[in-house]
């Protein structure tokens, strides 16, 4: 069969490792602090939070432009040229990120560009998945990958911010109502449907009493496939809720329990010590 490459953005949260086991390509979005631009990746979500703290502004996101899928789909097919090159995109919803890749593609007959209707953990579950469907059955088919599959309803995905400042200033919360939750120390849950980030359930009390009814109601969803659970976090999440939590999927079933730590632009929408889970439904 031809050989296949998979191109997501920064945002996706694929980590370094799985990006070297699959040969997945990340291209960088950018994050701003103040009137300074960088790409994610150059700076630490800590230095994000710190430099934000100084100036006294909230980061802003962006994503990558043609010129940034331009750049790497040509890099790729000098070193391959017989490769097929599959962008699996962070969620049009969000971003222009699709957009710009499907710009780039223009003329390069060799790149096709999905949206994956995710972001983050839930993104790099979509692309990592990808990448052993195609390793496992050899798959010669340009188009129709298993990434259909994962797209419509299979793929749970939200997570926890302790504040929802961060979500207000990039604009990314669709019901705003709950916009006000963080006055009445209510911690949401903030799941991504339909590729939009939506608020769905209110919890009170402790980050680590919310974050295990978090979990409860993601189960709740469907009938859940127990192999595997992902976690996710933001800077500044202790320890030892990480560790609670980590127990705890194990104690409601889950055989493997992974963790991510999400990288500037995530953190820049979720805010310092957040936490997050992506759990598939059984197929």
Known sequence: MGKYVIVVESGSDVTPELCERYGI??????????????????????????RCNEFGVMPKT???APADFAHVYDRIHAEQPDATILHLAYSEATTCSHQSSK?????????????????????SLVAVETAKYIELTRCHRRRNLCIYEFRHGRVLLGFVPTDLAFLKAGGRLSNVAFLGAHLLKIKPCIEVTGGKFVATKKFRGSMLKCARAFIDHMVAKGEIDYSHIGLAYSVGLSQELR?????????????????????GVISSHCGPTAFGAVLTLKA
Request: glycine fraction near 10%; include cysteine; charge should be negative.
């Open 25 to 50: 390509v990340r291209v960088p979005m950018h994050v701003t602090i103040g009137d300074e631009t960088v790409e994610d990746g150059s700076i630490d979500p800590l230095e994000i939070y710190s």
């Open 62 to 64: 962006s994503g990558c």
């Open 103 to 123: 710009i780039a593609a223009k003329g390069r007959d060799y790149v096709y560009s999905m949206d994956t209707r995710f972001v983050s953990v839930g993104q």
């Open 243 to 263: 560790d609670d939590m980590e127990v705890y999927a194990h104690d409601l079933g889950f055989k493997d329990v992974t963790w991510t730590q999400v990288g």
